[in-house]
């Protein structure tokens, strides 16, 4: 799913990121018909298009221009981006393909998983259907809200105090603990953990809309040099398709990222000795 959140839409050239194959040959044409009112992407076999249109959180409603190998099936769909803004607002979704379905029928659409997809399109369709996708994708993110509800989400901070107790006993906790950064800026993270050999352990919870937080946070407390500290992102796997593999990813290239599920003694220690 792709979300970008653009601030401007005026004019835009397009430029191909590589030689163009027949499929590729197709979609420089229909970009190059588009890019002079709306911005265009090259998202190697597919084109991203930023629209007017406006989600109620005041993001971008992009689309998805697919075609087949040979150019043939041209697709517009708004790559599940309606869902995505649900989802980052931390709440949970139980009928989205009915909702989405509805919709969809409505507009001459159809819906696979709650993603908004257009027939099959000859190249001069394209334009107007990058217009019908975006609304209905727009009117699709407020039906969510309502048929949307906060997500429970699971005490990590609490789960990880009762783990160490019982790994290390002894071990001293404390929850909302400031650290400062090399910045001197100074974070809060949600568990602070002295280890016997004076190793601070600083853990937060991973939520989709914090990712953005725990990465400026590590990165900043990370470049410190005067003091032994171990720093992880701990997320209950049962929320990880909502963080995204993405998000992820880039936390684990910063800061130690595991599911509460495999986290253990033996890897805290590895971790601290490593």
Same mark, same amino acid.
């Given at each position: 799913?792709?979300?970008?959140?653009?601030?401007?839409?005026?004019?835009?050239?397009?430029?191909?990121?590589?030689?163009?194959?027949?499929?590729?040959?197709? $979609?420089?044409?229909?970009?190059?018909?588009?890019?002079?009112?709306?911005?265009?992407?090259?998202?190697?076999?597919?084109?991203?298009?930023? =629209?007017?249109?406006?989600?109620?959180?005041? #993001?971008?409603?992009?689309?998805?221009?697919?075609?087949?190998?040979?150019?043939?099936?041209?697709?517009?769909?708004?790559?599940?981006?309606?869902?995505?803004?649900?989802? @980052?607002?931390?709440? *949970?979704? #139980?009928?989205?393909?009915?909702?989405?379905?509805?919709?969809?029928?409505?507009?001459?659409?159809?819906? #696979?998983?709650?993603?908004?997809?257009?027939?099959?399109?000859?190249?001069?369709?394209?334009?107007?259907?990058?217009?019908?996708?975006?609304?209905?994708?727009?009117? $699709?993110?407020? @039906?969510?809200?309502?048929?949307?509800?906060?997500?429970?989400?699971?005490?990590?901070?609490?789960?990880?105090?009762?783990?160490?107790?019982?790994?290390?006993?002894?071990? !001293?906790?404390?929850?909302? !603990?400031?650290?400062?950064?090399?910045?001197? *800026?100074?974070?809060?993270?949600?568990?602070?953990?002295?280890?016997?050999?004076?190793?601070?352990?600083?853990?937060?919870?991973? *939520?989709?809309?914090?990712?953005?937080?725990? $990465?400026? !946070?590590?990165?900043?407390?990370?470049?410190?040099?005067?003091?032994?500290?171990? =720093?992880?992102?701990?997320?209950?796997?049962?929320?990880?398709?909502?963080?995204?593999?993405?998000?992820?990813?880039?936390?684990?290239?910063?800061? *130690? =990222?595991?599911?509460?599920?495999?986290?253990?003694?033996?890897?805290?220690?590895?971790?601290?000795? @490593?």
């Amino acid at each position: 799913m792709v979300y970008r959140n653009v601030s401007d839409s005026g004019p835009h050239e397009f430029f191909p990121s590589r030689p163009p194959s027949e499929r590729g040959s197709l $979609l420089i044409s229909i970009a190059n018909e588009i890019s002079g009112e709306r911005r265009v992407w090259d998202d190697g076999d597919s084109l991203i298009i930023a =629209t007017d249109c406006l989600y109620f959180d005041a #993001s971008s409603v992009t689309v998805r221009v697919s075609s087949g190998p040979l150019g043939q099936h041209i697709t517009v769909s708004d790559d599940g981006n309606a869902m995505d803004r649900i989802v @980052a607002m931390g709440r *949970k979704l #139980s009928s989205a393909e009915g909702v989405a379905a509805r919709l969809a029928r409505k507009v001459g659409l159809r819906s #696979s998983n709650g993603i908004l997809i257009s027939p099959p399109l000859p190249a001069e369709d394209v334009a107007a259907y990058v217009g019908i996708v975006a609304n209905a994708s727009q009117s $699709l993110a407020l @039906a969510l809200q309502d048929v949307s509800a906060p997500r429970a989400y699971r005490d990590l901070t609490r789960e990880m105090i009762r783990n160490l107790d019982g790994w290390f006993p002894g071990i !001293a906790t404390r929850r909302n !603990a400031e650290f400062r950064g090399s910045s001197n *800026k100074v974070y809060r993270f949600d568990l602070e953990a002295v280890l016997e050999d004076g190793t601070v352990m600083l853990l937060d919870e991973v *939520k989709p809309k914090r990712v953005n937080n725990i $990465l400026a !946070a590590n990165f900043d407390v990370g470049r410190r040099e005067d003091e032994r500290f171990s =720093t992880w992102a701990v997320f209950d796997p049962a929320i990880a398709n909502d963080i995204g593999a993405p998000s992820l990813s880039l936390l684990g290239s910063v800061v *130690k =990222t595991v599911s509460i599920d495999d986290i253990n003694a033996a890897m805290i220690v590895s971790q601290i000795r @490593a």
